[in-house]
């Protein structure tokens, strides 16, 4: 799910990251996915999810022209 956040200074992108990865890692329903097997609908949790956070410098007024 695409989202933007605007900040007024450069956040410590290194800290948010781990601060992400702690969340994922601590709650099972953010690695959870749903797969069709056989007709029949499956819920699975994976072990490990590697979150990153993109960087983007953009300068465009619109932002659905960064999406």
Not at 44 to 66: G, W, Y
């Amino acid at each position: 799910m695409p989202g933007v956040i605007i900040f007024d200074s450069k956040p410590n992108i290194d800290k948010l990251n781990i601060c992400f990865n702690k969340l994922i890692e601590r709650h099972p329903s953010l690695r959870t996915y749903f797969e069709l097997v056989d007709g029949e609908l499956y819920q699975k949790i994976l072990d490990n999810v590697n979150f990153k956070i993109e960087e983007s410098t953009e300068k465009r007024k619109n932002i659905n022209q960064i999406l």
